[in-house]
């Protein structure tokens, strides 16, 4: 059992199918170097919410088409290194990015992770950002720029302009270091900060919308400083991605409007004209994170019951703004996970609650036990872990469900996300199955 911190917000815990790294480390040079791609594939490396045509090894390089925007991760984490990595865009204003110290998930409502970002960009200068080799710590990691930035962001701006341009290659050479961090570009330092939190965690290339190459990844490891577990990257290992952010494959609706459910901008977007989404994976035990937000408008004002811990209706009403929505699982809409704006809070089991031949343990066991819903059109994440006829459900950090029964459900079934009424989008949605 290990714990999956700030997975964006929450502590909960998982049994992480970690994959170990590579059986036969690759061999260091005279210098301490090793490589860190070996020219030929993606050994070593984890896909975490591309397409399978996102990332290739192709002549000795490392190739992104820039879509859609996410990372590939090292498959291991490294704390104290140097890496030296050769980069070029095809176009004059490319973007990418080399991420250190990362979490191994995306943060909420994006496709980025936590950690501080290298950038890899020809063709945008500004007062408060360049292309000449800035860093900055991104979705909640931490920084002290080694110089301030002019606008007071944790931000470095190079010291000079050294980036050579489209078609070109450019070497970086990236030291971190208990905390700090430096960059040198084609063989001078121009950037770099202090006071790094976390300052563990794993490596990162990221595609941002355009075509880049990286060649020659090569790293020194240095000895540990013995990171505290509070300045390390989360360790939700073991998570494949169940949309590749660019089309709907490995998803089917079953019914509803043509085009109702559709991939646009790395979210899966319903207008809610009808038709649930279902995967076409089958799950047994497993631990789901799924980031939603309402688009759209409501459906209208509307008076819904307030609903005590025992799952009964209090007998009251309040007035609301009507959005509605869910994920079912293991293939029965009556293990549906809600989402909605009534008193109670999303997580509740309604097919289950609102049974009257379930016992009053199983009736209030799924019944959230607070209501932690973001605001209309902000960013959830829902955690749901289903192991034998048991579920949890964490949302935006909070346990509403813990450990409730769901007596009958089927060992085993396809996730759907559900259509009612409501325009609703879903990002970061990805599945660690359990042993």
Known sequence: MTI?????????????????????????????????FNGRDLDGWVVVNGAESTWRAEHGMLRTTG???????????YENFILEAKWRHESEKG?????????????LGVPFTRAVEIQVMLGLETPNYTSEGDIFPIWGARMTPERPHPAGW????????????????NHYRITCLDGTISLEVNGKKVSGGYDINPRKGYICLEAEGSPADFRDLIIK???????????????????????????????????????SWKAGGGRIIHDGSGGNLWSTESFG??????DWRWAGPSQ???????????????????EIEEYDSGIYLRGSSKSQVNMWEWPVGSGEVYGYRTDGAQTPEVRAGVTPSSRADAPVGSWNRFIITM???????????????????????????PIALQSHHSGIEFMNVFVLELD
């Open 67 to 77: 879509k859609p925007t996410g990372v590939l991760r090292t498959d291991r984490m």
């Open 154 to 169: 944790d931000r470095c701006l190079p010291s000079e302009a050294r980036t050579k341009g489209a078609g070109e290659w």
């Open 221 to 259: 490891e240095l000895p540990s400083s013995n990171s505290p577990l509070a300045e390390v990257a989360n360790d939700a290992v073991g998570f494949r991605t169940l949309f590749n952010g660019l089309d709907l494959k490995g998803w089917k609706p079953d019914g509803g409007e043509a085009g």
């Open 285 to 290: 035990d497993f631990v789901l994170v799924a």
């Open 95 to 107: 973007n990418a990015g080399i991420f250190v110290w990362s979490d191994p998930l995306p943060a």
């Open 4 to 36: 999956t911190r700030c997975l964006l917000f929450c502590l909960i815990p998982v049994l992480a199918a970690w994959a170990p790294p590579s059986a036969n480390p690759p061999v260091q040079d005279e210098k301490g170097f090793a490589p860190l």
């Open 300 to 318: 209208g004002k509307m008076k819904r019951p307030m609903i005590g811990p025992d799952g009964a209706n209090t007998g009251e009403e309040v």
């Open 387 to 413: 192991r034998g006829d048991r579920l949890t459900v964490h949302l935006n950090g909070v346990t509403v469900i813990h450990d409730a029964t769901l007596p009958g459900i089927a060992s085993k079934g």
